[in-house]
């Protein structure tokens, strides 16, 4: 009789504590969304309109289309294989996929891997000219383009961000998203009178 009341006390114990930990970690994920480190987007200055698109040569490709995305990835991080692994086998309608390569043989694994290497919408770079040309320098990050210009531009930092920019395609939110809680001290602006603000 008494093992079975050690051992009900022990898995009450355990429901208890399991529940506690559960508790934790939906308050812990709660914090980090409400501070804005949970996936944040973080601005990227790009030149509104088709001069950015018009410097990368992007403009025949771009300019008849009501919305479209660039993504740009690199085979060195890890969150540009999460990416990968949402659109790999093929990009969706509309998606154009700039892939800046460590070495072209690493590049063209990591593309096989994905099966992205035949998709004509990917625009290989591996010197960083057309990165250069639409002023993007880090990676993963993704330019929203509308009729033939360049709206807005950010970092990607999850999967779930590159859903909200698919759903932006289809025409939901939008042109310029919401940046979450950044402070106006580190958000990157087109003027200085939009970061003060």
């Known amino acids: 009789m008494l093992v079975w009341i050690v051992l009900v006390a022990f898995a009450a114990a355990f429901v208890l504590v399991f529940g506690a930990l559960v508790e934790m970690l939906r308050t ?15 601005p990227i200055d790009v030149p509104a309109g088709p001069a950015a698109l018009t410097a990368a040569g992007l403009t025949p490709l771009l300019a008849d289309r009501p919305r479209a995305i660039v ?9 540009c294989r999460k990416l990968a692994e949402r659109i790999a086998g093929g990009l969706p309608d509309d998606v154009w996929l700039l892939f800046e ?9 990591w593309l096989s891997q994905y099966g992205l290497g035949s998709d004509p919408r990917l625009l ?3 010197d960083g000219r057309l990165a250069a040309a639409l002023q993007m320098q880090i990676s ?5 383009i509308r009729d033939g210009g360049v709206v807005a531009a950010h970092t990607l930092p999850s999967p779930r961000r590159l859903e909200e920019e698919l759903r932006w395609l289809r025409g939901g939110g939008e042109d310029r998203p919401m940046y979450g809680h950044i402070p106006d001290t580190i958000r990157f602006s087109t003027t200085k009178a939009e970061a003060s603000s």
């Open 140 to 144: 993963p990050a993704v330019v929203r």
């Open 28 to 42: 812990l994920e709660q914090l980090r969304i409400e501070s804005g480190i949970l996936d944040s987007l973080t």
């Open 101 to 109: 390569p460590k070495t072209v043989q690493t590049g063209e694994k």
């Open 124 to 126: 290989i770079d591996p």
């Open 71 to 79: 993504l740009v990835l690199s085979d060195m991080c890890v969150t």
